[in-house]
């Protein structure tokens, strides 16, 4: 079975701190994608980034960073220099390839509030 | 920038009525999909649509749910006779340009919030 853990649930910083949230996935599939999406407080769902489980190059977009590690079934996601527009729900998702179509499985998400 | 269009983005029905959440897919995606959220709570995957047909569905997806892609455009969920727990937001979602993979991402709407009264 495939599931997504986002153990933070809520987490709140001051402005320009830097903050990480956690995804810890499970699958025994070898071929699979990760995903980060951001939920701001309008409702819409806005995609960050995907991950092909046989890149585990880590990536930097900006303030934005994701630290993927298969030996520990990580996709943890960094956030430099946050600021207030940062503040929104962060889910990670999974979705492994397959002979169907496949379909994302989601964590629960992390909230997090950016204080000025 | 191509996007994905639902409308409406409220609705409110009573219980025992039937909605359709209307979807306007990304124009050269191939690959659709429903799926909900209800308030505070994770996103669940509902049913993918690839060629005309169901590909995949959820344990959510019962018979009280339908989808369909009447036109060319259009990407439609029918909710027959809602109950007051159908009420969540709903997002469509497209993926998949001709050529690619399906495991391309998601690019998802800005929801229908349905609420069951």
């Known amino acids: 079975a495939q599931k997504v853990t986002q153990a933070q649930t809520e987490i709140s910083v001051v402005e320009k701190e830097d903050v990480t949230l956690d995804c810890v996935y499970e699958t025994r599939d070898t071929t699979y994608y990760l995903f980060w999406y951001k939920q701001p407080p309008s409702g819409e769902l806005v995609f960050l980034i995907r991950?092909?489980?046989?890149?585990?190059q880590n990536e930097i977009s900006g303030r934005y960073s994701w630290n993927f590690q298969k030996s520990t079934s990580s996709f943890n996601f960094t956030i430099t220099a946050s600021q207030v527009v940062d503040s929104a729900v962060y889910f990670c998702a999974l979705k492994v390839y397959g002979g169907s179509q496949g379909n994302l499985i989601f964590g629960k998400g992390t909230k997090l509030s950016v204080k000025p | 920038e191509p996007e994905v269009t639902q409308t409406p983005s409220h609705q409110v029905t009573q219980m025992g009525q039937e909605v359709i959440l209307r979807c306007v897919p990304i124009s050269n995606h191939l690959y659709f999909y429903w799926y909900r959220q209800i308030l505070g709570q994770k996103v669940e995957f509902l049913v993918s649509?690839?060629?005309?047909?169901?590909?995949?569905k959820s344990e959510i997806f019962d018979d009280q749910f339908s989808v369909e892609r009447p036109d060319g455009s259009n990407f439609t969920l029918k909710i027959r006779s809602t109950k007051l727990e159908d009420s969540a937001m709903y997002f469509c979602?497209?993926?998949?340009?001709?050529?690619?993979?399906?495991?391309?991402?998601?690019?998802f709407g800005q929801g229908t919030r349905l609420t069951v009264v």
């Open positions: 649509f690839y060629n005309n047909e169901i590909s995949e």
């Open positions: 979602a497209s993926s998949g340009s001709k050529g690619l993979t399906m495991n391309t991402e998601a690019f």
């Open positions: 991950r092909n489980s046989f890149d585990e």
